[in-house]
Nanobody
Framework: QVQVVESGGGLVEAGGSLRLSCAASGRTFSSYAMGWFRQAPGKEREFVGGINWSGASTYYADSVKGRFTISRDNAKKTVNLQMNSLKPEDTAVYYC?????????????????WGQGTQVTVSS
């Protein structure tokens, strides 16, 4: 059984930083790309960024490019989302997901295992 568990959410002031972590188990972690999505109240879930199986390739949504960084540690089976220069519009529930493929993908249907989400709130 595959499990994906996020941690690290919380409340931060605008301009601050947060680091989200995600641990995955139940499949060969290093064989699959990982991604982060978010969903704000009343909005659809959107892609934040993704990282390929090795960590050598990343891809980000324009809204977070230059502020967010994704990394992974295959030995620890974890993936991290470092969020800097946070804005109130970054407020959302953030989800970690494991892709069906080893390369970076950005559509939610290309991910088959999801975490329960962690709340990130950025105050103005």
């Amino acid at each position: 059984q595959v499990q994906v568990v996020e941690s690290g959410g919380g409340l931060v002031e605008a301009g601050g930083s947060l680091r989200l972590s995600c641990a995955a188990s139940g499949r060969t972690f290093s064989s699959y790309a990982m991604g982060w999505f978010r969903q704000a109240p009343g909005k659809e879930r959107e892609f934040v960024g993704g990282i390929n199986w090795s960590g050598a390739s990343t891809y980000y949504a324009d809204s977070v490019k230059g502020r967010f960084t994704i990394s992974r540690d295959n030995a620890k089976k974890t993936v991290n989302l470092q969020m800097n220069s946070l804005k109130p519009e970054d407020t959302a529930v953030y989800y970690c997901a494991s892709a069906k493929a080893s390369w970076v993908v950005s559509n939610s249907y290309e991910y088959d295992y999801w975490g329960q989400g962690t709340q990130v709130t950025v105050s103005s």
